[in-house]
């Protein structure tokens, strides 16, 4: 008896070690991940001398190179990375469903409506924040309407049907704008750009983020505690000192601002919500609201490494990071439903 | 001295008046039942007093002061709730599952304290689960899921605790096991409020009754009282056995007063 009990112990301890241990671990991997991004391109510039020239000790083309294209790159990527990270552990923690994820749920999609909107009767050229305020414009009515569709505590089956509304409709209006698009070589660009991409992005992009994703994160971070409490429910979290309709507008407010403006630079990024949570919840014993930090710090290193992996030379046309995630997160959704088939109603 | 008043409480959902013109008192160490037929309205009760539903007209204080003026937080410390339907969707542990009822009691962004520890350590004690603190919540059997669900709603140490149905769907066993919980814990001072369908139950554990019937009070006082072959017949509409046994009180119900006039009136 004794000895059973020194076992939990030893158990309990060998996993509050483990969750303690999570963040450091993330953050270390994140940051070899962003070095080896730096070192990643065309130009041959291996990732010791591309430190060199982070830190000024390189030629003036080395230096172009790494400050102006690949250091962007890397920041974007963990900027967008964390962001559907983040939001995809926030939008399955509060709709206490496994499959939720920015992408799934028509968020990106209604994101990336308003940003095609915005660069195809030529606002986004007009004034700076055209892009990123379309896309979280776009994000916001996309999340509204999910709201409305599936409802306050709707089961699994409606938030992924509603999703699938929000997404078609999304999907059928960005069709119109390239049916309507003046030249094909509008339509192509709008359509490489749906693919979502890290390429050839500069410090632009990631101050025309920023100020969006900021507060958004700032949002979602409040969120930890009423995610917590909504692990058995409306009611109880209500009784616990958390009114769920305040949480759903930090939620939606938070979703829209941080996930709008990482769809308006980066593009459609579909799955990498939807995985990163699902692979980091075991690591902080399921909670909800402990899954968030890790999630932004995972969803960051996964993009990152995705974005140096389309990097790497392959015939053809480079691939589009929108493309390599779903050709990877595709599968994986398709064993999540077979995993939870049995829990669906 | 701390009370939890009930006035004239009126609320309606989606249009229809659920409740009406409610009202009641319940005091520290009183352990209440709520009673009466489907649909009276005990769930919809508990709800309005854990603040998860706002009422339409009508006041529910504690010591004086309307519920609906306290902030959410200290509201949740002083009155915890056990719904009827809590299903855990996640695979945490049951050590941290019980946690959750400490969430009003922590400052913001700081962990558990010694006192948490200490208040899910004993709530997991009180019901009997100590052993199941590292199981995911998952992975329990009904009545193992219960007694963790009432541990959790004892953690939060409060001043009143309203129980929505916490013996449904359990075996004998388990549902006495969860009485003696309840009033233990109404012995120790707090002020229980449990919605039943046992009327054995009721009229064992409970200090009182409260019999709801198409959203109004119908009866309220002492179990005998409450429990009288005339309410039954009226309220239940059903005839039962009252007795004792081994010293304690039960109550069987033996059939419908409908079924028995029935009967009368086949006979020539």
Redesign the interface.
């Known amino acids: 008896m004794s000895a059973a009990l020194q076992g939990?112990g030893r158990?309990?301890i060998g996993r509050h070690t483990r969750q303690a241990l999570l963040l450091p671990a993330l953050a270390l991997v994140l940051v070899l991940v962003f070095v080896l991004s730096l070192g990643i391109g065309p130009a041959g510039i291996g990732f010791i001398e591309a430190l060199g020239a982070l830190f000024g000790g390189a030629g003036e083309a080395t230096r172009l190179i790494v400050l102006e294209l690949r250091l962007p790159r890397a920041i974007l990527g963990v900027l967008v990375g964390a962001t559907l990270g983040l939001a995809g552990a926030a939008l399955q923690g509060y709709l206490?469903?496994p499959l939720a994820e920015p992408g799934l749920i028509g968020v990106s999609s209604s994101a990336a409506l308003g940003a095609v909107l915005t660069l195809y009767t030529g606002i986004a050229a007009a004034f700076t924040l055209a892009l990123p305020l379309g896309g979280v414009i776009g994000a916001v009515i996309g999340v509204v309407l999910l709201q409305v569709l599936a409802g306050r505590g709707g089961g699994t089956l409606t938030l992924i049907l509603a999703g699938i509304a929000v997404t078609s409709m999304a999907g059928a209006l960005t069709a119109l704008i390239l049916n309507l698009a003046p030249s094909p070589f509008a339509a192509l660009e709008i359509v490489f750009w749906l693919m979502g991409s890290l390429a050839d992005r500069s410090f632009a992009h990631v101050w025309l983020a920023l100020p969006f994703m900021v507060p958004g994160w700032a949002l979602l971070a409040t969120l930890a505690?009423p995610l917590?409490?909504l692990?058995?429910?409306?009611?109880?979290a209500?009784?616990?000192?958390?009114?769920v309709t305040g949480v759903r507008a930090r939620l939606i407010a938070g979703t829209a601002l941080s996930v709008g403006a990482a769809t308006a630079v980066a593009g459609t990024i579909g799955f990498l919500g939807l995985v990163v949570p699902h692979l980091l919840?075991p690591f902080v014993?399921?909670?909800?609201g402990a899954l968030l930090a890790p999630s932004a710090l995972g969803g960051a290193i996964l993009m990152v490494l995705a974005d140096i992996a389309v990097r790497l030379p392959f015939p053809g046309n480079e691939l589009k990071l929108g493309v390599l995630t779903a050709l990877v997160g595709g599968p994986f959704f398709l064993w999540l439903i077979v995993a939870y088939r049995r829990r669906l109603p | 001295m701390t009370a939890l008043s009930v006035r004239d409480l009126t609320l309606a959902l989606d249009g229809r008046d659920v409740l009406k013109g409610i009202g009641f008192d319940a005091a520290p160490g009183e352990l209440i039942g709520v009673i009466g037929p489907n649909g009276a309205g005990k769930t919809t009760l508990l709800?309005a007093l854990?603040?998860?539903i706002p009422h339409r007209a009508g006041n529910i204080t504690l010591d004086g002061a309307p519920v609906t003026a306290l902030?959410?937080?200290?509201?949740?410390?002083r009155?915890?709730?056990l719904?009827q339907?809590?299903?855990?969707?996640?695979?945490?542990?049951c050590e941290?599952?019980v946690g959750?009822?400490r969430?009003?009691h922590?400052p913001?962004w700081q962990g558990e304290s010694a006192a948490d520890r200490a208040a899910v350590a004993a709530a997991l004690m009180a019901c009997d689960a100590l052993q199941l603190?590292?199981r995911?919540v998952n992975r329990l059997s009904g009545g193992e899921r219960t007694r963790v669900?009432l541990a959790?709603a004892l953690a939060?140490e409060s001043d009143f605790l309203?129980a929505d149905e916490p013996t449904a769907g359990l075996d004998p066993a388990h549902a006495l096991q969860v009485m003696e919980v309840l009033a233990c814990r109404a012995a120790a001072g707090t002020g229980v409020i449990v919605t039943l369908h046992d009327l054995t139950n009721a009229l064992r554990y409970c200090n009182r009754l409260i019999l709801l019937n198409h959203g109004t009070l119908a009866a309220e006082g002492s179990p005998d009282a409450v429990l009288s072959p005339e309410n039954l017949a009226r309220i239940y509409g059903i005839r039962a056995h009252a007795g004792t046994a081994a010293g304690k009180p039960f109550l069987v119900p033996l059939m419908r007063t409908g079924d028995e006039d029935a009967a009368k009136g086949s006979r020539p």
């Not at chain 1, 692990?231 to 109880?236: F, N, Q």
């Not at chain 2, 339907?85 to 542990?93: D, F, G, K, M, T």
């Open positions: 939990a158990r309990r206490r469903n505690r917590d409490a692990t058995l429910g409306e009611d109880t209500h009784s616990l000192g958390f009114p919840r014993g399921h909670r909800a | 709800r854990a603040g998860a902030a959410a937080r200290e509201r949740a410390r009155i915890a709730y719904g339907e809590e299903a855990p969707q996640w695979a945490i542990s941290n599952l959750l009822g969430l009003p922590r913001s603190a590292d995911p669900l959790r939060v309203l």
